[in-house]
């Protein structure tokens, strides 16, 4: 059974930071081809990508044009685990932000489909001005 379960999510203020987690079970990314990454969601509005990380081509990552140069996805397989680091964070970033998990390793683009196989629960971020 696969299972993906979001952390550190939280409030800061405009300019501030936070670091997202997501630990993974029964989707070993060291053993297997993937797309895993990050979506964000506010009430009322259609989920949008945010950064993605594939196992495989020679773009391995993809962001949304909105969170270019102020977040960094990685990976650490050895834990399983996906990360977001988010910096220069702005009001308009607050959402419920979700890791997404696929076996399929392209296409893995931010601002394509969010067909995805896997999903976690969600972590809120919430950047006041």
């Known amino acids: 059974q696969v299972k993906l379960v979001e952390s550190g999510g939280g409030s800061v203020q405009s300019g501030g930071s936070l670091r997202l987690s997501c630990k993974l079970s029964g989707f070993n990314i060291g053993a297997r081809s993937y797309c895993i990454g990050w979506f964000r969601q506010v009430p009322g509005k259609e989920r949008e990508g945010v950064a993605l990380?594939?196992?495989?081509?020679?773009?391995?990552?993809s962001y949304a044009d909105s969170v270019k140069g102020r977040f960094a996805i990685s990976e650490d397989k050895f834990e399983n685990t996906l990360y977001l680091q988010m910096n220069s964070l702005k009001p308009e970033d607050t959402a419920m932000y979700f890791c997404?998990?696929?076996?399929?390793?392209?296409?893995?683009?931010?601002?394509?489909?969010?067909?995805?196989?896997?999903w976690g629960q969600g972590t809120q971020v919430t950047v006041s001005s």
């Open positions: 997404a998990a696929d076996a399929q390793w392209w296409p893995c683009d931010a601002t394509g489909s969010d067909d995805f196989s896997y």
């Open positions: 990380i594939s196992s495989g081509g020679d773009e391995r990552t």
